[in-house]
């Protein structure tokens, strides 16, 4: 049996590809946001991997991106395996992917568990309107990744987050396959 650690953002999609990817694993979901402060973030993965250790699986995949500036540090005493991305963005979408919405400007993305984390995250930012109309003034829009094909039941969330940043949204049809790919590679790297 294997463990997965990752930040509750990505839960809907681990959990909508638990046999797809063909290996029995324990979940770990990390509370959003704590990318915020690192110190919580160290402290939070630390925990959860040596529970993990003490369990005595056969490996741990850790689903994050580039997170935490020593996350490959604070990985290294045990025997686990990152997620091959930056962010949660990517992990979702490829590089090329990325690069090609790219040269349509400059766009925040929201996942699924992004849609359902926003407020907290914002409030561990101690962002209010004000603060966020400001510091997101830069992105031309929001996009909404829909990995779970639920944009259309989730409209209502989409136009209150519209109204809270002033930033109009899109809908991206995203297919799971690039993500369910990374946590097979970090898989088959424990394999080694």
Not at 14 to 21: F, Q, V
Not at 123 to 149: C, H, I, P
Request: hydrophobic letters at 45%; a negative charge; glycine letters at 8%.
């Amino acid at each position: 049996m294997y463990s997965i650690i990752a930040c509750g953002i990505f839960e809907k999609e681990i959990e909508a590809l638990r046999l797809e990817l063909g290996f029995p694993f324990e979940a770990h979901y990390l509370g959003a946001g704590l990318h915020v402060d690192f110190h919580d973030l160290k402290e939070a993965l630390v925990a959860e991997l040596e529970k993990c250790r003490a369990d005595g699986n056969e490996g741990t995949i850790v689903v994050y991106g580039q997170c935490h500036p020593k996350i490959e540090e604070i990985l290294r005493p045990y025997h686990a395996a990152l997620a091959a991305c930056q962010n949660c963005v990517d992990a979702f979408i490829t590089r090329k992917g990325l690069e090609k919405k790219a040269k349509d400007g400059l766009f925040f993305y929201l996942s699924p568990g992004w849609l359902d984390a926003w407020k907290d995250i914002f409030r561990r930012l101690n962002w209010g309107q004000e603060e966020a109309r400001m510091q997101m003034g830069s992105f031309r829009g929001s996009v909404y990744l829909d990995t779970l094909k639920d944009a259309a039941a989730r409209e209502e969330e989409l136009l209150e987050f519209f109204d809270f940043t002033n930033l109009p949204f899109e809908i991206m049809p995203v297919d799971l396959g690039h993500f369910k790919s990374l946590i097979i590679k970090a898989k088959e790297s424990l394999e080694d």
